[in-house]
């Protein structure tokens, strides 16, 4: 069975691993011209300011995954 993780505590997790080197992944809404929600994260290194990657919402699962974030049962909750 599989344990929903809400999108909030993912990236408080994320972010409690990325702060080891200096990271931390943000929020931002693209500027888009559709009504579309579309939400991103970028990751950005504190020492420098800089992006390093992005990662639309539905992409952040297995970036959590790969840093090991985030279990194989558990799966993340969009929802607020």
Not at 19 to 47: F, G, H, M, Q, W
Request: net charge positive.
């Amino acid at each position: 069975m599989k344990k929903l993780v809400s999108i909030r505590a993912l990236t408080d997790r994320l972010n409690r691993k990325l702060a080891k080197e200096s990271k931390k992944i943000l929020k931002y809404k693209p500027r888009l011209e559709s009504d579309d929600n579309v939400v991103e994260y970028a990751v950005v290194d504190l020492k420098t300011n800089d992006i390093i990657n992005f990662h639309m919402a539905s992409e952040i699962q297995e970036f959590a995954r790969g840093l090991g974030c985030l279990a194989s049962l558990e799966e993340v909750s969009f929802e607020p």
